[in-house]
């Protein structure tokens, strides 16, 4: 049960795109379609944003976007926004009943 | 509106056992899967279990798994953690999720448990 990977920080200005990956293996990412991603902003809980690797929840914007190859997946910001500078956190399904986090990204908006 | 309310947190020993409650309402508490996900201090999140809508399949992390026991009421719409043997690494806000399709939809705001001699 390792986490899977992200990279610790990403940053953008404002209106400009942030991808964050989230690399795991064949047993999690790459072998099921349940990659969700979490917004947590300081001392909040978290958010869902997307869910079933590129579904959005209702209410979330289409700057919000997820995508997945092989055993990396992919969530994209669009348009940054000063509110959008969060941890983010990636999750997948691992089989077993067992679900796994990632390491977590701190997006920064410049 | 939908919501879930953790409680039961606070400061325990070493060793020493606590229960969490999650208090759910504003959906059918009954048709779906509920997990718990704790976040150490300045940490990442970690899932921590799940149980099934009826209770009947719970699952657990490794690090976890043997001294903590997920179950639910459904008829008082209730989520539990019982965790026993609790280390110092278990300290952590831990929070109670709802299911939708293997991801966690609706969260609760968190409840905290410091485990320190």
């Known amino acids: 049960q390792s986490a899977l990977t992200q990279p610790p920080s990403a940053s953008g200005s404002p209106g400009q795109s942030v991808t964050i990956s989230c690399t795991g293996t064949s047993s999690d990412v790459g072998g099921y379609s349940f990659v969700s991603w979490h917004q947590q902003h300081p001392g909040k809980a978290p958010k869902l944003i997307i869910y079933e690797v590129a579904k959005r929840p209702s209410g979330v914007p289409d700057r919000y976007s997820g995508s997945k190859s092989g055993n990396t997946a992919s969530l994209t910001v669009s348009g940054l926004l000063a509110e959008d500078e969060a941890d983010y956190y990636c999750s997948s399904y691992a089989g077993g009943n067992i679900y796994v986090f990632g390491t977590g990204t701190k997006v920064t908006v410049l | ?117």
């Open chain 2, 1 to 117: 509106e939908v919501q879930l309310v953790e409680s039961g947190g606070g400061s325990v020993q070493p060793g020493g056992s606590l229960r969490l409650s999650c208090a759910a309402s504003g959906f059918t508490f009954i048709n779906y899967w509920m997990h718990w996900v704790r976040q150490a201090p300045g940490k990442g999140l970690v899932w921590v279990s799940r149980v099934t809508n009826d209770g009947s399949t719970p699952s657990y992390a490794d690090s976890v798994n043997g001294r903590f026991t997920i179950s639910r009421d459904n008829a008082r719409n209730t989520l539990f953690l019982q965790m026993n043997s609790l280390r110092a690494e278990d300290t952590a806000v831990y929070y109670c999720a709802r299911d939708y399709n293997f991801g966690m939809e609706v969260w609760g705001q968190g409840t905290t448990v410091t485990v320190s001699s």
